[in-house]
C-alpha cells in the first residue's frame, strides 16, 4: 500500500498519490493546475495564500481529470436515499 507522510497543508496531493497508489501529483503539478483555473499568482483562489497547500475541490476534479478519472459531487445536507450514483458510459 503507498503512503506518504503529510507535509505542510499539501492533504489533497497525499490524497491523490494514495488513490494512484504511487507518486503522480507533487505540489508543483497542484500548483500549476491552481493557475490554470485563474492565473493570480499572489492570492488564487484554488490554495492557501499562504503557499502551504490547502488546495479546493475544484483543483481535486481537474487533477482526476488528467487521468481521465472523475468524481461524484455528494452533498451531506441531502438525504442519503436521494444520492443517485452516475456511471460514466465508459
Known amino acids: 500500500m503507498y503512503h506518504e ?3 505542510k497543508q499539501l492533504c489533497l496531493v497525499h490524497a491523490l498519490n494514495a488513490i494512484m497508489q ?14 490554470s483555473l485563474d492565473e493570480r499568482k499572489w492570492f488564487n483562489p ?5 503557499n502551504l497547500g490547502n488546495y479546493d475541490v475544484n483543483v481535486l476534479m481537474a ?3 488528467t487521468k481521465d478519472l472523475q468524481n ?5 445536507i441531502l438525504p ?3 444520492v443517485v450514483p ?5
Open 5 to 7: 507522510r503529510q507535509r
Open 22 to 35: 504511487q507518486e503522480e501529483f507533487t505540489e508543483e503539478s497542484l500548483n500549476e493546475i491552481c493557475y
Open 46 to 50: 484554488h490554495k492557501s495564500w499562504l
Open 63 to 65: 487533477a482526476l481529470a
Open 72 to 76: 461524484s459531487w455528494f452533498d451531506g
Open 80 to 82: 442519503g436515499k436521494l
Open 86 to 90: 452516475q456511471h460514466s458510459s465508459k
